[in-house]
């Protein structure tokens, strides 16, 4: 098999096999590559694998063997919603998510054309959220199931002058996306004096494209220091997708007669999302000698552009609904630590400080962000043309409370824990 | 520095002498639900759709804050010795008749009678509310005189409600009494019916101050009324729309338009008179507009209404309540209310919001997707005879005394869920609530009774209230 026939095989397991989980602020995720993600995501200024295609572009032109990478992040995560006692619906009640292991995937391929350009080909997942809660759970006339599915095909290309010292890249990023919502309805029961679940509304969307870009730039100011930028720019998927309706009978025939009678036909829907911009700066230095490679980031995200959640119904209009979102730019801040400790192997040390972009009125069932604090510990192992990044890494999330403001009146209190164990092979030609 | 460090010194100090001369409201005795015991009426009973009865009774607004508080509710066969919350359990289908429920076509209700289950409980329940009492009755009557009404076997002459509740040396007493003060003249449709302000606010102020003498340590806590209690679901805006005999809506044909000139004859007059715009009329009088009544002789051969066996037979003064008389109940139970502030803050005792909680029941609350309007039958707050909360309603009603109580005390009492009743709610909750009536019972009932009437608050409320 060619590399190249090879490259394909991979991207199409990739884009067959990806599922998303919200593992960095909102609903992105930061986790790319092993290296990297050991280092605490500060990578922009080293940029030295081919995951470099995510983090900063400028710096695939280093790399002057042709090399193909891939892997995963897996990430399971524990959770638990606890109802404010002051609140009349959620007082007294639990609740957690369904446990799922998700692995957004990543591969890239990297071609060094001459002695200053680099060709790439990335496919990552840079966002993605899934809120799958266990059923029963009290939540679910608010939200049961949000999946947010987005895979990126990324074609790069980078130039370093000569001496090395000053890269800049170029990439073109095709981002598809998939989104699903999930809630049951609600309705007094007059024959039992009960509140019961009438139907489901299951919302999903068709995958839908659009294109955007990224420009990085990469400065090594002496053999000891380097710093390195990249901007990912913002996107807008519009969606187009289908609203199905089904009725959940409650074996009282004419309650069940008015139910059916009001439940809305399956029809097509409409929405869209606003993907924020990502601006990473990084600073890095072996400096501290031996062989320490210390990375300091900073990333700002414009997650202001997710000021709201709007969903049109095509036939039912008057279901057609607005989630005010009202979020907030974020900043998240990492630092990193790379050791050559042997000619074979290193070990990396990173931590992360992440904001999330959530006002508390929106904290919910369908996506209870917070900030999030994470420690990352990685090693590299290279093997003559191979190499394997795994990287084990922490994500404690603040406990994060509605303050019995929730525009969904569900208050309540979540706490999430994340465990990730990021896994790739790379293999220089 | 030492300037500096001395000015944060004193600005300190300054703040934390600010923070201790705020007043405080301090609310007598503490939120200690030991001995707890509850003032009330129909509500506090537990009254619903039409009915005292063991299905309704353990989700009365005072049973719904024993079990929050931690209390559990004393099954029939309780001793006296045993420390749990007493309520007067009545077998179903209850007292003073079967329950108003919905059958799918109308209100039907459950034929027969309970009876009551603890008449030999050796001690006072803490639940004393009696159906249909006012601010006076709870002061007066002992559970023996002929007008007793379920008195007879929730007080069982052991003395008043008031009374009974200081004999258990009570820690803490939670009232919501005066409904009634106005309740029987709105279903009547009278405003000269109303308990006089005067005669409201010596009432209240004797209840408190006896209290209060009686249970000088205990907590208290009272409520206001509401005072959107002549809305619906008590009454209806005057229907544009008529219905067929199995409830199905007929739209009115040209030349009607819509609206029908409904006529009534107003108190002190034999000559029937237009109804005045912006009138509403009660509940009760939806079924006799359904035969006809109040539509005018005009109408005679115009159909529908000429199908209608009482065409041209008008409305009576009672069942329409004009915007004059309006006014007159919103009065009446603002005058009630101040009464009530006032009281309350004389004798230090926090003020249950249920006033807010009627305003917000009448424009609809949702809680995480599940809403509830004060809709008949099917709205979820107000039972079957358009008076009286459900279950859902009892314990959002509830959760306004517990928000009362933990912010004057302090205390962390947690709120009821509605979630307890959802009928597939899971672990949280158990594993959900007994059907109340199943569908092949509804259907029996159906053929019992073929009069597709709704239900009759009025009547209901003057049965329970003597």
Redesign the interface.
Known sequence: MRPSSRLLLLISATLLIVSGASYGSGFSIFEQGAKATAMGGAFAATADDPSAIFYNVAGIAQQRKMAVMFGGTGINFSNQFT?D??????????GEYRAHTFIPPNAYFIMPVGSNLTFGLGVMTPFGLRTDWR??W?????SRDANVKVVSVEPAVAWQTSDGRLALGFGAEYRRSHISLN???????????????TANAYLTSDWDTNWGWNVGILYKMNPQWRVGASYRTDMTIDYEGSAHFTQIP??????DAVIKSQLPPDQGITTSVNFPATLIAGVATSAFGHNWDIEADVTHTTWSRFKSLDVNFNTTTALSFTRPQNWEDTYSYRLGANKKVTDDWDVRFGVVYDENPQPTQGVGPLLPDSDREGAAFGVGYRHGAWSIDATEFVLHFKTRSTNGISS???NGTYKTNANLISFNIGYRF | MTRIRSFVRIAAVALLALAISIPMFAARGSANFTKFVAIGDSYGAGYEAGSLNERHQVYSWPAIIAKQAGLTICPATAAATDNCFAVPLISYPGLPGGELVYNGISVVQVPGSGAPLMSGFGRPFNNLSVPGYTVGAVLTIKGTEPIAGLGLPILRGLGTEVDQAIAQQPTFIAIWIGGNDFLGAVSQGDPTKLTSKDAFTAAYNSMLDKLVAGAPNAGMVVGTLPQTFAGPPLTSRLPSVIFDSSFRPVQFPAPVNGTVPFFYVPAGTTTPAAVPAGSIVLLSALSRIQQGFGIPPTLKTTPPFSLLPHTGEPLTDAEIITPAEQAAFAQGISDYNAAIVASASAHSVPVADIKGLFDRFATGVSYGGVTLTNTFVSGGLFSNDGVHLTDIGYALFANEYIKAINAAYGSEVPVASIAQFFENNGANFGTGASVILTPAAASAMTSIFQETVPAEPAKKLRAAHH
């Open positions: 109802g006692p002051n609140d009349p619906l959620t007082s007294g009640a639990t059923e029963p009290v939540g679910r006339f608010v809630r049951n309805n609600a309705a007094f029961n007059p024959f039992t004096g009960r509140i019961i679940d409650t074996g009282i025939a004419p309650f969904d009146n569900f």
